[in-house]
């Protein structure tokens, strides 16, 4: 059965403060994995990794993938406190349209 | 906004109640998912449809009945629910077929409380 683990689930840091999250799977026949940020309801969109080792970035924030050691993690820097948000993890296979999550990590950036 | 919608955003019902939460996307994707998210669990997967086509039932009990009538919309037909159905309804719709790069976009759910 594919699995999603995430740690920490809970993490308070200070505005300006380093984060970063792991999140480690096992899924048979990996495809992708991605990335979310769930404020409120909807979990939106950050990032899709499917190669190990090319780091993908978007302003503050940033993913690499190791796909030999099963693992990705997500770097927040200079944290805000609109950073403040669940982060989800999902993968994905190639058999089916399935998306397997993870817990989150609850993350409050405290001002 | 994400480009999918859904409706309504809050609902209370009896155990001995039928309704029906709807989804809607505006972004012609082929995909569309509902997903059950409880307090302090991960995303689950209830169904996921494909063309139209029901290609994943998650072990859902029968109290929940899913229909998608064409691919811009979704719903979830809910009867005689229990307490423990109480949740976030996810609705999420994306392009592509299995095994294709291409990830999910989310509604902003319907918050369900069954007394």
């Known amino acids: 059965e594919d699995k999603v683990v995430q740690s920490p689930l809970s993490l308070v840091v200070h505005e300006g403060d380093t984060v970063t999250l792991n999140c480690s799977y096992e899924?048979?026949?990996?495809?992708?994995l991605l990335w979310y940020k769930q404020e409120k309801k909807a979990p939106t969109f950050l990032f899709m990794l499917t190669s190990s080792g090319i780091e993908k970035k978007s302003g503050r924030l940033s993913s690499i993938l190791d796909k030999k050691e099963l693992f990705s993690i997500l770097n927040i820097t200079a944290t805000q406190t609109g950073d403040s948000a669940v982060y989800l993890c999902a993968v994905g296979n190639n058999y089916g349209q399935n998306f397997v999550f993870g817990p989150g990590t609850r993350l409050s950036v405290l001002p | 906004e994400t480009g999918v919608t859904q409706t309504p955003r809050h609902l209370v019902m009896g155990m001995t109640n039928k309704k029906s939460l709807k989804c809607e996307q505006h972004l012609g994707h082929n995909a569309m998912y509902w997903y059950k998210q409880s307090a302090k669990k991960p995303l689950e997967l209830m169904f996921v449809y494909s063309l139209e086509e029901r290609v994943e039932n998650n072990s859902v009990p029968s109290r929940f009945s899913p229909e998608c009538p064409n691919s811009s919309h979704l719903f979830l037909h809910l009867h005689t629910l229990q307490p423990e159905d109480s949740a976030l309804y996810l609705c999420?719709?994306?392009?592509?077929?299995?095994?294709?790069?291409?990830?999910?976009?989310f509604g902003p759910g319907t918050r369900l409380t069954v007394l």
């Open positions: 999420a719709s994306r392009h592509g077929l299995a095994g294709d790069y291409n990830e999910q976009f």
């Open positions: 899924v048979t026949n990996f495809r992708s």
